[in-house]
């Protein structure tokens, strides 16, 4: 992506699977990927466009992602997108208090991602762990078919 400054906020507490999504966006975008810890409110908005991603941890994104986002005084329109994976297929839903935060925060809301992820648990009562081998390819082609999206 020539002109534009991008960066990418990345929890992936788990398998690695968000930051195996989050290294291929990068890729596209051509841009760093931190962890929230590694940049400051202020830092995040001297970017054209944000994207903020974790795995989905009891039901949302991340608290971290919601720390760092809570601390800026005023996203001022910039650009933000989202990216998850998740045991759950639907795993979007689950965007949905970052989404409200984002918009409190004036941030402008680009756009979506979400992917299957590996885990091996016990979770909604399947024993032996859901998506094995996910993300895969074709999430890894998603994803970056998404990151282009997000540059123009
Ligand atoms: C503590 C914990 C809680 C989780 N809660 C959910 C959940 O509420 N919904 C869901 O769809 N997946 C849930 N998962 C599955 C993860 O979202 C999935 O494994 C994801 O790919 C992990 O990403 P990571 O490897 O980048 O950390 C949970 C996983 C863990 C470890």
Known sequence: MEGKNAII????KHQGNTLKIANKMAEVLKCEVKGPKEISPEEILKYDIIGLG???YAFGMHRSLKR????VK???GKKVFL???S?????KKY???MIRLLEKKNFNLIGEFNCPGSY???IFGKKGGVNPDRPDESDLNAAAEFARKMAF
């Open 9 to 12: 906020i990345c929890v992936s």
């Open 54 to 56: 974790s795995g989905i």
């Open 68 to 71: 760092l986002i809570k601390k």
């Open 74 to 76: 005023d996203g001022d």
């Open 83 to 85: 990216f998850s994976t």
């Open 87 to 91: 045991a759950d297929l639907d795993g």
């Open 95 to 97: 965007h949905k208090s």
């Open 120 to 122: 091996f648990g016990l």
